[in-house]
């Protein structure tokens, strides 16, 4: 199973992420802001990163650009209501693809499967 950190400013949507990953066997760890999540992402290897696009401190495609620059090629999800131009350029220099909220469960599970398959793939 994957190593996920989800990076999110709503407690409602790491809540739920984190129990629908957990319950489907993978290790979660949150992070509640952008900084703290650039922190996180930086300090520990993680399969997957699920991050909001809106947040304070540091927006998610600012997260996506300082992981990246630093561990080319994580596996990046961006979340987002009402996908922007900040969205936009994520998927364009890289992340993975953007989930949009409310998410779709079974949406999630494919994307994560589709990743880790990938990633079996390469080895």
């Known amino acids: 199973m994957a190593r996920i950190l989800i990076i999110d400013d709503s407690a409602v949507i790491r809540e739920l992420l984190q129990e629908y990953l957990t319950d489907n ?45 630093s561990k080319p090629g994580v596996n990046f999800i961006v979340t987002d209501s009402l996908p922007d131009h900040l969205a936009e350029m994520a998927q364009r220099d890289g992340a993975y693809t953007c989930l949009i909220k409310p998410f779709n469960l079974n949406e999630v599970k494919n994307t994560i499967s589709a990743i880790l398959n990938r990633e079996k793939q390469h080895e």
Not at 47 to 63: A, E, L, S
């Open 25 to 69: 066997g993978h290790t979660v760890e949150l992070a509640t802001d952008g900084q703290i999540g650039i922190d996180k992402a930086l300090e520990k290897d993680y399969d997957i990163i699920f991050c909001d696009i809106h947040m304070p401190r540091k927006n998610g495609y600012q997260v996506f650009s300082e992981v990246n620059t």
